[in-house]
T-cell receptor, first 112, second 113 residues
Framework: AQSVTQPDIHITVSEGASLELRCNYSYGATPYLFWYVQSPGQGLQLLLKYFSGDTLVQGIKGFEAEFKRSQSSFNLRKPSVHWSDAAEYFCAVVDNNNDMRFGAGTRLTVKP | GAVVSQHPSRVICKSGTSVKIECRSLDFQATTMFWYRQFPKQSLMLMATSNEGSKATYEQGVEKDKFLINHASLTLSTLTVTSAHPEDSSFYIC?????????FGSGTRLTVV
């Protein structure tokens, strides 16, 4: 079955520092991949998605992600983190049944 | 862009009662909607896939008699938590599949007392 793994449960970075959140997927074909952000008690906001084409995907709020088939990865990056970026980040994959399945999430803390 | 409206946003109910949560696609038709449950500090777990005009497909371990899903029209799916118990307290989120991706509702915080 298709699945997505986020190996980092919690990451702390200083404001202004760069950020990379890891995501690995298990899928036989080219997957549909997504990154969402969730603030406490809130719904999900889509940051970016990958279906096909250019493997470097630009999203909202200055985020980008790169699809690397050889590494089965879709890591999320941001060059300079802002305090408002503190939240929970979820990587997701759409499986053969068009069901979206989520990784465990990575909680981002931003230090002043 | 596509909008999914989910109501109520918060509900508190007594143990043993039933609660209905609505999920509406406002500006598109959704033949398929999805229901997720999220416990505190955990990820979203897919509960079931709701297809318009047919029975929902439930994930393994999800009780279909407890979590009743109805998708009577192309813009509305409902999740009814029957005979709710405190362990059903959770954050429930719906989503709909449309042309350019998946759109999520804002979630429903259910507290069973």
């Amino acid at each position: 079955a298709q699945s997505v793994t986020q190996p980092d449960i919690h990451i702390t970075v200083s404001e202004g520092a760069s950020l990379e959140l890891r995501c690995n997927y298990s899928y036989g074909a080219t997957p549909y991949l997504f990154w969402y952000v969730q603030s406490p008690g809130q719904g999900l906001q889509l940051l970016l998605k990958y279906f096909s084409g250019d493997t470097l995907v630009q999203g909202i709020k200055g985020f980008e992600a790169e699809f690397k088939r050889s590494q089965s990865s879709f890591n999320l990056r941001k060059p300079s983190v802002h305090w408002s970026d503190a939240a929970e980040y979820f990587c997701a994959v759409v499986d053969n049944n068009n069901d979206m399945r989520f990784g465990a999430g990575t909680r981002l803390t931003v230090k002043p | 862009g596509a909008v999914v409206s989910q109501h109520p946003s918060r509900v508190i109910c007594k143990s043993g009662t039933s609660v209905k949560i609505e999920c509406r696609s406002l500006d598109f038709q959704a033949t398929t909607m999805f229901w997720y449950r999220q416990f505190p500090k955990q990820s979203l777990m897919l509960m079931a896939t709701s297809n318009e005009g047919s029975k929902a497909t439930y994930e393994q371990g999800v009780e279909k008699d407890k979590f009743l899903i109805n998708h009577a029209s192309l813009t509305l799916s409902t999740l009814t938590v029957t005979s709710a118990h405190p362990e059903d307290s959770s954050f429930y989120i719906c989503s709909a599949n449309e042309l350019y991706g998946y759109t999520f509702g804002s979630g429903t915080r259910l507290t069973v007392v």
